[in-house]
């Protein structure tokens, strides 16, 4: 029996068709079941890092809060602090200046005393000292050092604020003041401490019997408290 060739080819042809139809609805159909599992797979990658990344953010957000907390607490414990050394280093200061004022007028209340002895026991009995006039004035002068002194001491510890911007610099300053007050004192005592003993050296060497009864000054201490 002889074959047709032409059917052979168009038999063979038509098997071609139909094995790759069918081989193309499977690959086909298994792709487009195999695709929503990756789908799948792939959303459910994306949703962990994404809940990753939510609780990270909300761990960032309460660590910012607690920082916040802990940064205010801090505050305000070191204001409570500044306002305690404040106080302290204020009523402090101000015992001293207070201080400071009281052996001023002291000194000033003594010399007084002096010059109103020499006035009214001394230079009655011409017993004059040449040169009273410039003790005098030196007390004078030294004293208004001390009230200069005093007031810079006063405008320093005034300004002081533990929360400004500087503090240890103001009671460096204050601290100069104070030296400047101390100073300033023991040289208005000095010039007082001569006035007095001017004062009380020419009333011992006065010769008059009825001037010897008082002729030293009731004058008190000069030394400071």
Known sequence: MKRNPTKFLTVLLSL??????VFTASVFARFEFER?????????????ATKREQALQRVHDRLEKLQEKFEARLEA?????????EAKITKRSEQLVNRAHRMSD???KIAERVKEYYTEKLVPLEATIENYD?????????????DEALENADASIDEFDCSGDTPKGILALFRDDMKAVIAALKAHRTSV??????????GKNIKSPGATESAEPATGSAEPE
């Open 134 to 146: 410039a003790l005098v004035a030196d007390v004078t002068a030294k004293g208004a050092a001390v």
């Open 16 to 21: 071609f068709l139909v094995f790759s139809f």
């Open 106 to 108: 002291r000194f000033d």
């Open 36 to 48: 929503p599992r990756v789908l799948h797979g792939e959303d459910q990658a994306t949703s962990a």
């Open 193 to 202: 401490v001569n006035l007095i003993v001017a004062v009380r050296t020419k």
């Open 77 to 85: 414990r070191a204001e409570k602090l500044c306002e305690r050394v």
